[in-house]
């Protein structure tokens, strides 16, 4: 670590203004990109997951809310990470300056997996010199197969067969994670239009929603003395869904089906301290991404006297679960 720091202490003045030793500036840029190549790796599967989180639960029905009555739910959402979303290989070809400690291939985990024991190290050119570095550990996921988590939830009917929701959940720290979602949603029903309005028929309708869905993951501390100590990386992600949802009664019971498109624009920004944070993070920016992704949901509804119970499964590279308990008011 001390190597590390030392080589920190040199680059970290000469990321902000120019230089002339060229040479020196290459190594940099290098030593940045495989920063940026193992974050990429970390935080990928996290923020693929945000648009399944993000978008469950909207409307459970396809039937509108009769004009001005108001649905209060509170819901249970749960993601489920697959295996193959908990670790990333990479073998030294993936670096332009850092390389495997003791091995040319490793298992790292992402957000989700496990901790690791594996180590980088290298060398920089840098004004005449080779500075090696050593000692540099891997980021530690936080070793979670399912995350749990509520938010609350309500809509109003308006005119026209239409619905709207609104959804939060202040910030919430469970199991190392810290979540926070905020999110508007519309839904328009279409067989007003038509001669098929009875309750017992086939309803279908139409969903627009836009949600703000925030998630840190701590992890171990990385430290290095005096420059910058990090623990945690935010996954910020504004994402927008349009639906097409089917729903058919039969008495207490209600089975709905939908399917649609996730529009995702990720950010990521590390948590911690030091000097040298700024920098990392503006050079973490490059990694903010946008990512389409279909997804499809199928549930029922069991309706009693004055409330309702809502149970959906989306299915696409995540599954997850949402649970809700609705008060027709």
């Not at 949603?185 to 001669?195: A, E, P, T, V």
């Amino acid at each position: 670590m001390k190597n590390l720091t030392y080589i920190l202490f040199l680059v970290i003045p000469f990321m902000t203004i120019s230089v002339s030793a060229q040479e020196g500036d290459s190594d940099l840029d290098l030593f940045v990109n495989d920063m940026l190549f193992l974050a990429d790796g970390f935080a990928s599967p996290a923020s693929e997951s945000a648009a399944y989180q993000a978008t469950a639960g909207w409307f459970t029905s396809a039937r509108a809310l009769e004009k001005w009555k108001v649905d209060v739910s509170l819901h249970g959402n749960a993601i489920f990470v697959p295996t193959s979303k908990k670790e990333f290989t990479v073998n030294n070809n993936d670096f332009n300056i850092l390389s495997i400690t003791g091995d040319d291939r490793a298992i790292l985990p992402t957000a989700f997996g496990k901790e690791t024991d594996v180590q980088f190290e290298g060398e920089v050119e840098f004004n005449g010199q080779t500075i090696p570095i050593s000692g540099f550990d891997a980021i530690d996921g936080i070793d979670k197969g399912a995350l749990i988590y509520p938010f609350a939830q309500v809509s109003v009917g308006l005119p026209y067969g239409t619905e709207i929701g609104v959804r939060a959940l202040p910030s919430m720290e469970i199991d190392g994670s810290e979540f926070s979602t905020y999110g508007v949603g519309i839904k328009h029903n279409f067989n007003q239009y038509f001669r098929f309005d009875d309750e017992e028929n086939l309803q279908v309708a139409a969903i627009l929603a836009y949600n703000i869905f925030d998630v840190k993951y701590e992890f171990d501390p990385i430290s290095v003395e005096q420059v910058v100590q990090l623990d945690l990386i935010d996954v910020f992600a504004n994402v927008w869904m349009a639906e097409v949802l089917a729903s058919k009664r039969y008495e207490n019971f209600e089975i709905f089906g939908a399917l649609g498109v996730a529009q995702s624009d990720f950010e990521y920004e590390f948590g911690g301290n030091g000097v040298a944070l700024p920098q990392i993070n503006s050079e973490l920016a490059r990694l903010n991404d946008k990512e389409a992704q279909f997804k499809g949901d199928i549930g029922f509804n069991l309706y009693f006297e004055r409330f309702k119970i809502s149970t959906m499964a989306t299915a696409g590279k995540f599954v997850n679960l949402n649970l809700g308990l609705h008060f027709i008011l």
